[in-house]
């Protein structure tokens, strides 16, 4: 029991950790299964000819081109659009500063569906075309709440000391943001960009309403899931579970070699 105690918290997380990846396990196990029908929910035999052509399936690579390609011009709108708010609402004072920052808050706490439909009544009325466009625009929108909250994190931790002592150096305006101050706030956006770029691929609700005609790989895996899911959409969906773990764990051996070089 003493011991249970004392590590309760590690078990505890692992346990956490290990139900929050079960999921993305049976995707990735169900991508060498090969199916006798229509449906992949059933494991049948082993098989690699999902991965042998994981572009088998018609439209399918077609629609996860359009997702990443939404998603990179939106993560770059979001954050350049966010880091700018972010730092103008921790350095600046002006009126409305207050309702500004509780603004900012309202496309996180606001229901996808609400904001989805407000945004397709917008588009109506101006009589945009719905299709790739709206698309971005939507999605720039309700990416920019959370890219404002990374940056602005980790902006209000900076010390404003480092660029005076830049400036006491004769750097310029210029200068000072370039070596000293976007430096120190790389972590928060990065961060942001990739909070960013994951909501954009995975969003399927306000997508849905304002897409028109435009199928993105989100719900192209919704419509397949209603006439038989075939292998290849976990193929991809493994494969990005892969990249992305692999992107993390490349970041933390960065961050932790910088450590010890600062360190050492």
Not at 197 to 204: K, N
């Amino acid at each position: 029991m003493r011991w249970l105690r004392k590590n309760l918290v590690v078990i505890a997380g692992l346990l956490t950790l290990a139900y929050m990846i079960l999921p993305n396990v049976v995707v990735m196990v169900f991508s060498f299964n090969k199916p006798n029908g229509r449906f992949n929910y059933a494991w049948q035999q082993f098989s690699l000819d999902a991965w042998k052509d994981p572009c088998g399936v018609a439209d399918m690579c077609e629609s996860l081109t359009l997702s990443l390609q939404l998603a990179a011009w939106a993560t770059a709108g979001a954050v350049v659009l966010g880091t700018m708010i972010a730092f103008a609402l921790v350095r600046y004072r002006f009126r409305a500063r207050g309702a500004i920052n509780s603004l900012i808050f309202l496309p996180m706490a606001m229901p996808e569906v609400v904001m989805a439909a407000s945004l397709l009544t917008l588009f109506l009325n101006m009589g945009a075309e719905l299709g790739f466009w709206t698309i971005l625009i939507a999605h720039i929108m309700f990416c920019l709440s959370f890219v404002v909250t990374a940056v602005k994190a980790r902006v209000m931790s900076m010390d404003p000391r480092l660029e005076e002592a830049a400036r006491d150096l004769y750097a310029g305006p210029a200068q000072t943001f370039l070596r000293v101050t976007l430096p120190i706030a790389a972590p928060g956006i990065a961060a942001g960009a990739l909070l960013a770029f994951a909501l954009s691929f995975d969003d399927f609700i306000i997508t849905n309403f304002n897409a028109g005609s435009t199928v993105t790989f989100p719900m192209f895996v919704w419509g397949s899931a209603q006439r038989g899911t075939p292998v290849q959409i976990n193929v991809i969906g493994t494969a990005m579970f892969v990249i992305a773990v692999l992107v993390v764990v490349a970041g933390q051996l960065v961050a932790n070699r910088r450590r010890k070089t600062a360190t050492a």
